[in-house]
């Protein structure tokens, strides 16, 4: 051995968003000068930087390189000890590369966010919000979730489940809260109680997340007002009823007058015979109204318009659906593999047939089972169809290993396609013609990116950095405009504007046919 070399300190400590050095020492004990490359292996390595990143020395002389250790303040950055290895690469002796094992800790740091969604309920007898719990720090988060009034009062009581959670670093919880008034509001306006969620930890203090319930009374304004109406009514009616006396017309005539009317009766006048009698009178004929008898008419062609829109939605995309671009996108991406999940059986291009169906549902119960609650593909699209959670999550999967996507606006990128097609699907809760044009655009060329490696680079603008902003605020992070690691990981989840809600088509050209 040629080289001899030593750590100074062989262990060390650093707090993550900060950094540390690390001193090697190195002697080249051989008889000849040489230049020594230095590699950090380990865990850690990509947190390392050497510098000077190569050195020469002569026989007998001894260099000194520094190792710094700068590892984020984010979840991957666990908490405890880390290994870590540099090796060290003589240019002349190639048979003499050495390893020099050290130790570093990365401290424990703690960040949690909670969201309530949503942040205000309404009901009459409940009221049923869910909080979100975020664990952003790099050590297993241990908590307890409990509510209460602001006010102090006690209007309402919580249940909540569940009342413990333990979350892992880099991912999230949700907690389902119920709310119940412990007084009814029969009659009167809607009443709002403010209330709290919070997320306790030992050692330290509650995170606090503040909601609002609106109690709605049982009988609204409108039906009190009605009812009151009609109890009046019923009133006045039935005093007039009792109290109203029918006038009485008798034809009974003393015997007298009767006997003389039958001794010298009277001939009847004889009827006009210029005047027709009623019976002869010819009827109306119903006038014809003013569209042409098309009242009816009328009433079926907006039902037949009704049953048009509707044909042309609601998503999600099932196997009832002529073949489409969006299935022949999903194909083409399960095919490349995605989640462990790919599509090897024959298929029908832009078709949900069996094959198709299988691989997707591959998919969504890979996302589900990898993410936990977090991932609802299988709850929200159902198993097996294409709607916008699915394929938010299927766009996303073209970002591996990304902790950000840099993007600047005014640049062109061949990440812009993908970015805008995510944000599309995962904010649009109805797609229009604007939408539809955009996400055709944006789906061609994800499929051209995959299929034929072509990178067709779109034009960042101020519109998509707003799409980002509002999509950061579906779940509280702050609105910065850029594609950071928080952001990729909601899209991978499926995360979508109104989870609960499928969506709806207005665009007229709908399920665009797919490419060649």
Not at 383 to 395: C, K, V
Request: aromatic share 6%.
């Amino acid at each position: 051995m040629t080289t001899w070399t030593s750590l100074e300190p062989a262990s060390t400590t650093v707090d993550p968003g900060s950094s540390t050095t690390v001193r090697l020492r190195l002697r080249n004990t051989g008889d000849v000068v040489d230049e020594y490359r230095f590699e950090t292996v380990g865990d850690v390595a990509p947190y390392v930087t050497v510098e000077p990143p190569a050195i020469r020395l002569f026989p007998g002389t001894t260099g000194i390189v520094e190792l710094t250790f700068a590892p984020p303040r984010t979840p991957d950055a666990a908490a405890g000890p880390h290994p870590y290895g540099v090796r060290v690469l003589p240019t002349e002796q190639h048979g003499a590369a050495t390893v020099v094992e050290g130790n570093v800790t990365f401290t424990t740091f703690v960040e949690v966010r909670a969201e309530l969604v949503p942040q205000t309920v309404k009901g009459r007898f409940r009221g049923r919000p869910k909080l979100a719990v975020d664990n952003l720090g790099n050590t297993v988060l241990t908590a307890s979730i409990g509510g209460g009034d602001k006010s102090g009062g006690g209007d309402l009581s919580y249940e909540i489940v569940p009342s413990n959670v333990q979350i892992e670093p880099g991912r999230a919880a949700f907690v389902d809260a119920t709310l119940k008034p412990r007084q009814i509001t029969w009659v009167g306006q809607k009443q709002e109680r403010p209330y709290e969620l919070s997320v306790r930890r030992s050692g330290y203090e509650p995170l606090a997340v503040n909601g609002t319930y609106v109690q709605r009374s049982l009988l609204p304004f409108w039906m009190m007002t009605t009812l009151s109406l009609l109890l009046a009514l019923t009133i006045t009616g039935l005093v007039l009823w009792f109290t109203y006396k029918a006038p009485v017309r008798t034809l009974a005539q003393e015997k007298l007058q009767q006997a003389a009317a039958t001794a010298l009766p009277e001939e009847p006048p004889e009827k006009p015979k210029d005047k027709p009698t009623q019976e002869a009178a010819p009827s109306e004929e119903p006038k014809a109204s003013d569209d042409g008898g098309g009242g009816e008419d009328k009433e079926e062609e907006e039902t037949k318009e009704e049953e048009t829109q509707t044909k042309q939605g609601p998503l999600p995309l099932t196997s009832e659906d002529p073949a489409n671009l969006f299935v022949q996108f999903a194909q083409v991406r399960l095919v490349a593999g995605a989640n462990n999940c790919k599509l090897v059986d024959a298929y029908t291009v832009g078709k949900l047939d069996e094959a198709t169906e299988a691989a997707l549902t591959c998919f969504q119960k890979a996302n589900d089972s990898r993410y936990g609650t977090m991932s609802r593909l299988e709850e929200t699209d159902g198993l097996g169809n294409l709607g916008r959670s699915t394929m938010t999550a299927l766009l996303a999967a073209h970002f591996v290993d990304a902790k950000s996507v840099p993007l600047k606006e005014g640049e062109e990128s061949p990440e812009v396609p993908w970015v805008r097609n995510i944000l599309l699907w995962g904010t649009q809760v109805e797609i229009d013609d604007g939408d539809l044009d955009i996400t055709i655009k944006s789906t061609k060329a994800n499929i051209d990116y995959l299929r034929k490696q072509i990178h067709a680079k779109d034009t960042m603008t101020s519109g998509i950095t707003n799409r980002i902003k509002e999509y950061q605020g579906l779940f509280g992070a702050a609105r910065s405009g850029v594609m950071d690691e928080t952001t990729l990981s909601k899209t991978k989840l499926g995360w979508i504007k109104q989870q609960n809600v499928p969506g709806t088509v207005t665009a007229k050209d709908w399920l665009p046919a797919p490419m060649q």
